[in-house]
């Protein structure tokens, strides 16, 4: 059982490029999230989707894009990189809502985005 | 403004003793809070959970003791164990209209069990 698989691993762009973070996820989970991590930092939530064809920000949207065509593809794009870009990114997903709140999302092993 | 917080960066504690690793929140309109671990070059995995209505849920060696006058919670591992050595993460859980809710997380805690 894959879970939550992430690509690239590893990836390092020019400030003013463009790439895409791919996500897949094959728990037919509806709830998939993207989170960045900066240094020493906690996980800070980019987007989220509820289901395919719905997305909304999170936290801190600014500067990257999302779509949800399918259950299972959730990836996050961004357009003009920056340094700030510079980030880990983990993609997770969650299934339906537990009423004991035990719910968990899980993380895939993340991107590791650096701009320069 | 933090709304999670973990106030320490790290934690030692010898194998077999028991590790206490401790989270803040200032937002009382969190419905539960969640507990990951995280291993150097992995995504964060779950570890326990505890709702807002309750104060105390146990997994095996895994307890976390919610105190909502305080508004702090605690994580207790007993007995630690060398493969307990990562990264943990407080987050606390929001839930919106759409069904879905979401995460806030503190800075972590990086424990270290020495054998």
């Known amino acids: 059982n894959a879970g939550v698989t992430q690509t690239p691993k590893f990836r390092i762009l020019k400030i003013g490029q463009s790439m895409t973070l791919q996500c897949a996820q094959d728990m037919n989970h509806n709830y998939m999230y993207w989170y960045r991590q900066d240094p020493g930092m906690g996980l800070k939530l980019i987007y989220y989707?509820?289901?395919?064809?719905?997305?909304d920000k999170g936290e801190v949207p600014n500067g990257y894009n999302v779509s949800r065509s399918t259950t299972e593809y959730f990836p996050l794009r961004l357009e003009l990189a920056a340094p700030s870009q510079t980030s880990v990114y983990f993609c997770?997903?969650?299934?339906?809502?537990?009423?004991?709140?035990?719910?968990?999302?899980?993380f895939g092993p993340g991107t590791r985005l650096t701009v320069l | 403004d933090q709304q999670v917080k973990q106030n320490s960066p790290s934690l030692s504690v010898q194998e077999g003793r028991i590790s206490i690793l401790n989270c803040d929140y200032t937002n009382s309109m969190f419905d539960y809070f969640l507990w990951y671990k995280k291993y150097p070059a992995e995504g964060p995995t779950f570890l326990i959970s505890?709702?807002?209505?309750?104060d105390k849920n146990e997994d095996g060696r895994f307890t976390v003791f919610l105190n909502k006058s305080a508004k702090h919670l605690s994580l207790h591992i007993v007995p630690s164990q060398p493969g307990d050595s990562a990264v943990y993460f407080c987050?606390?859980?929001?839930?919106?209209?759409?069904?879905?809710?979401?995460?806030?997380f503190g800075k972590g805690t990086k424990l270290s069990v020495i054998p």
């Open positions: 505890i709702s807002s209505i309750k």
């Open positions: 989707s509820v289901g395919a064809g719905i997305t």
């Open positions: 997770a997903s969650r299934g339906a809502h537990r009423l004991d709140g035990g719910d968990e999302q899980f």
């Open positions: 987050a606390a859980a929001t839930i919106t209209g759409a069904g879905s809710y979401q995460l806030t």
